[in-house]
């Protein structure tokens, strides 16, 4: 089992950066491919990207594609998001879980303002 825990949401100004924390505990993270996804205000939670269990794959949905990156460190046990070229269409809750969805974090908000 894993558990997770996201941190670094704030609110930030449209254009800025922001990298979001998410540490996980429990035996095995090494194994488990890892995935963030958001949910805005109103809106279906959506995935936003993935990272495989090395670290060397990472995908994207088209929205963020070119602005966010995802990265782990398997010895801290902690996966990121790189946020950059932030938009106002980007506030939501951020949330991290492993690939299937069986573990997930209690979510960090980010707001961007315009």
């Known amino acids: 089992q894993l558990q997770l825990v996201e941190s670094g949401g704030r609110l930030v100004q449209a254009g800025e950066s922001l990298r979001l924390s998410c540490a996980a505990s429990?035996?095995?993270?090494?194994?488990?491919?890892m995935a963030w996804h958001r949910q805005a205000p109103g809106k279906e939670r959506e995935w936003v990207g993935g990272?495989?269990?090395?670290?060397?794959?990472?995908y994207y949905a088209d929205s963020v594609k070119g602005r966010f990156t995802i990265s782990r460190n398997n010895t801290k046990k902690v996966v990121y998001l790189q946020m950059n070229s932030l938009r106002p269409e980007d506030t939501a809750i951020y949330y991290c879980?492993?690939?299937?969805?069986?573990?997930w974090g209690q979510g960090t908000q980010v707001t961007v303002s315009s």
């Open positions: 879980s492993n690939r299937d969805k069986e573990f």
């Open positions: 429990g035996r095995n993270f090494e194994n488990y491919a």
């Open positions: 990272i495989s269990w090395s670290g060397g794959t990472t």
